[in-house]
C-alpha cells in the first residue's frame, strides 16, 4: 500500500434521503467498517488498524473520510480524498466504495458530489482514482464524471512452490565477482544514514518508471520516512540492496513484506539506479526477495507494475510471475481554481 490503494465502485441511481445521513467518519465508529469496504475490492486487505495508521499519517495534508449510514449507523458506503503525491501540485486521491446490498439508489452518486464540494474547499486541480479493470460499472462511473486513464497497473502472482532458489545464484555470483555486495537494512543498523540512502534510490529509481512522468513519488526523507519506515509492514531484513563496493554507491534494490491479515508476500518495490542499469541487478535483488518470501512461509508472492514499465514486466515473467486481473488508474482535471 502501498502504496495507492484507492478505489472507485458502482453508480447507484436512486436513494431514500431521509434514511441516510452522510457524517465524518469517526475511527471508532466507522474504521472497521471502510476497511472491510476497502477489503472488499483492494487485493491487499485492509483493517480498522491498518486503515487507522494510513489515516493517522495524512492528517497533516487535509484528508477527509466521509460516510453514508442509515438511521442505526451502519455504514453504507464512503469516501475519502487526501493529498496524493506531494511533488504534484494539488493532485488528490480518492476513495469512493458502496456496499454492494445498497448499490444502485443513488448513493454512489450523493457521495460524489458532497466529494467535489470537499475538493474545492481543499482546493484541488486533479482527482486521480483507481478501478478494478474487471469491474465495469466502476469504469463507467468514473467516465461519466470525466475520469480518463492514464495508465493500468499491472498486478501480477508468482507461485512460489515453483520457486528453484538455485536458479539465480550464477548471477549473484557474477554480480558479486564485478563488485557488487548484497545485504539488507537490517545489516547495516537500519540506521538514519542508510534510511536516506534507501530514500534516495527508491525515489530516483521510481522516477524513472515510465509512468512516473519524471516526478518522484516522495517530496521528503521526513515523508518517506513516515509512509514507509515508520509503517508496521516494514521489515529491516526484507528490504533488500545491491552496493557497488568500490564507490559505495546503492546500485538496486528490492522490497518485499506480508500484510496484516493475508496469506501471500507482497514485492513492494524493484528499482535500479539508471548508473547501473542493463547488469541484472533487478533480477538479483527481485531474486533475494523471492528467497526472503520463501522465510515468510507464504506460497505466493504479488506484485503490480505500470504497463508502461515493460522492462520490469519482462523481467517479472522470466521469473514466473503470471499475470492477474489489475487496476486501471484515472484522473480529473477540475474546473475551479
Sequence with gaps: MLIASVSFYQEC??????????????????????????????????????????YNKRQDSGIRVTVAADKQDLVLGFYAIYRDNRNRERLYGLYLIVAPAHQHQGLGSALYADLLEEAKKLNARTLKVRVRDTCDEGLRFASQRGFVETYHSIEMMFDLDQWDPGRYTPIIQALQEQGFYFTNMAELGDTPAARQKLFLLNNN??????????????????????????????????????????????????????????????NLFTGTDVRYRGRKLAQAVKSLALRKACEFGVHTVRTSHSSQNEAMIAIDEKLGYVRTPGTLVMEKVLGHG
Excluded at 28 to 45: K, N, Y
Design 205 to 266: 529509481a521510481a522516477a524513472t518508471d515510465p509512468a512516473s512522468h519524471g516526478i518522484p513519488p516522495w517530496a521528503s526523507f521526513e515523508e518517506f520516512e513516515r509512509d514507509v519506515c515508520k509503517s508496521y509492514w516494514y521489515h529491516p531484513d526484507s528490504q533488500i540492496m545491491a552496493i557497488d563496493i568500490r564507490s559505495g554507491e546503492w546500485a538496486a534494490m528490492s522490497a518485499i513484506t506480508v500484510f496484516e491479515g493475508v496469506d501471500h508476500a507482497y
Design 13 to 54: 441511481v436512486m436513494m431514500e434521503p431521509e434514511k441516510i445521513l452522510l457524517l465524518p467518519a469517526e475511527p471508532a465508529r466507522h474504521f472497521a467498517a471502510i476497511a472491510a469496504l476497502i477489503s472488499s475490492q483492494e487485493t491487499e486487505p485492509s483493517n480498522q488498524r491498518t486503515f487507522t495508521e494510513w
